[in-house]
């Protein structure tokens, strides 16, 4: 209809009419929450590059999976930090390592609380590579031998959910024959799918301890210019047995978490990872923007492009938000 018959501002007028017809909606059940777990007692140590998040010691691991339970947040996936590491990441598939016994004792003391735990071996590496070094590259099939161990143990600790993020081939299959093998075939995987080397996960590397000591990870971890071999990724990955598929970072692959959620019938995650957390904090801190409105903006953006799962270190900061607290 032609002017003035057409006003689409009608719709826009007040704060009433705009959540009456608002297309996306955020829920706390929609995020997960990261959480970085540390040998120790008592200790939460700051992590100087993400506000507001802390390498924490099992007991306040606990207490912060209690309080995001009382937020309503979906869950929470865990990345251990061993005291010791080797070539070989033995403390990723080592039955009584940091993440076993964290899962474990959320499990026990937040019971209702759904768990997903990182399955892969960069922060166990001495070399921050995610799998065993073979002259100067990561060999694939010997790795997946360790994140298929690593993942039954944490399936053997209480972890509702797997997450292998090193993007070796073929490591959803043999993640799940192992899962089955031993008795846990009733749980997912959540595959790290389309996971690009990217720039934006400077400030998690300072918070898993994970930076590689020589070269990078663009060998495994997907070339940014490329959007069909994601998709070829997400095929392979629910073709192995994923259960849900996701991208990693969020803002800058909006196209690809569109393109899986419009391609596949499957929950979609995305991570909205450390670098894209600390640069609004850092821009809100300069007084460029507005720190509440660009987070529920940017989380919004997300959600619209097609992801149901969202993996943000803003959830509890968004659940209050939402929830007008």
Partial sequence: MPFPIERPRRLRATPAMRSLVRETHLQPSNFILPLFVVEGEGIRKPINSMPGNAQLSIDELVKEA?????????????????AEKDDEATGNYDPDGIVQRACRAIKREVKDLLVVTDVCNCEYTSHGHCGKIVGDDVDNDITLGWLAKAAVTHAQAGADIVAPSDMMDGRVAAIREALDQAGFEKTPIMSYAAKYASSFYGPFREAAESTPQFGDRRSYQMDPANAREA??????????????????????????????????DVPIAAYQVSGEFSMIHAAARNGWIDLDRAMMESLTSIKRAGAQIILTYFAKAAARQISGL
């Fill in 66 to 82: 209690e309080d995001a339970r009382a937020h309503g947040i979906g869950g929470v996936i865990l990345f251990g930090i061993p």
């Fill in 231 to 264: 998709l070829k990724e997400m095929e392979l990955d629910l073709a192995e047995g994923a259960d849900m598929l996701m991208v990693k970072p969020a803002m800058p692959y909006l196209d690809i978490i569109k393109a899986a959620h419009e391609n596949f």
